[in-house]
């Protein structure tokens, strides 16, 4: 069965609509060494390579080797730590072609992968990259304005407002770390209807053949990312 990875802290409703698309669920494994609102992210805690194998926090590896028994999982180089920027080297996007992340600061690991394999190396300023997009079959959404610019002249990508998305403990949190594209479709942990760009992001998704869903029909909420592991190439 197709595997998702997601933050233990998702509500009731979400997992429950989550479950109804008939995929299994597994939670990340909690890094204490993190920032308390951050320590459970996916997209914080792991990283899927277009060939299937999986990078993991290396310091909770043995749980993700068991977990994810049918995929090759490796562990990180670097060592994730609390004080940023020690907490983003596996925070990063790819899409289609582009390998998107504040490069100074990317597991080796994956540096090695990408630039090895004919990707585009997109530098960016924003560390928490893959908080900050939405990565859909076709476009990608970001309120981070130096992501905009440094992908625009690439791909389709839409800049929106920033701020208004709820992360425990922290002021705000991102876009990116609401969704999850799981078999092509996009999938938010609620609606939008109560962000300010929410007209303008619906038509960019619809005018590019964007499949999505809300998961609640409360605010979305950023819990690191729903994080779809594909199993075959």
């Known amino acids: 069965m197709e595997k998702i990875l997601v933050n233990k802290k998702l509500k009731k409703e979400i997992l429950d609509n989550l479950k109804s698309i008939g995929i299994d669920i597994l939670n990340t494994k909690e890094n204490n060494n993190l920032l308390e609102p951050l320590k459970g992210h996916p997209d914080i805690l792991l990283h899927q390579l277009p060939n299937t194998d999986v990078i993991v926090d290396r ?94 002249d690439f791909e389709k990508i839409l800049l929106i407002d920033h701020k208004q998305i709820i992360l425990e403990g922290f002021n705000y949190g991102f876009i990116g770390g609401t969704s999850g594209l799981i078999n092509d479709k996009i999938y938010f942990t609620g609606s939008l209807k109560e962000h300010s760009s929410y007209e303008k992001i619906i038509k960019f998704l619809n005018d590019n053949n964007e499949e999505y869903e809300f998961l609640s029909e409360k605010p979305i909420e950023d819990y690191g990312s729903l994080i779809f592991l594909k199993k075959d190439l």
């Open 59 to 152: 310091e909770n590896y043995k749980y993700y080797k068991e977990l994810l028994s049918e995929y090759n999982v490796i562990p990180s180089d670097c060592k994730l730590d609390g004080k940023y920027p020690k907490d983003i080297s596996l925070n990063a996007v790819v899409f289609k072609n582009l390998f998107i992340h504040n490069l100074n600061y990317t597991d080796k690991k994956l540096l090695d992968f990408y630039s090895s394999n004919g990707y585009r190396m997109i530098n960016v300023k924003q560390g928490y990259t893959k908080c900050n997009i939405v990565v859909g079959k076709n476009v990608l959404i970001t309120s981070d304005v130096d992501i905009y610019n440094s992908i625009k």
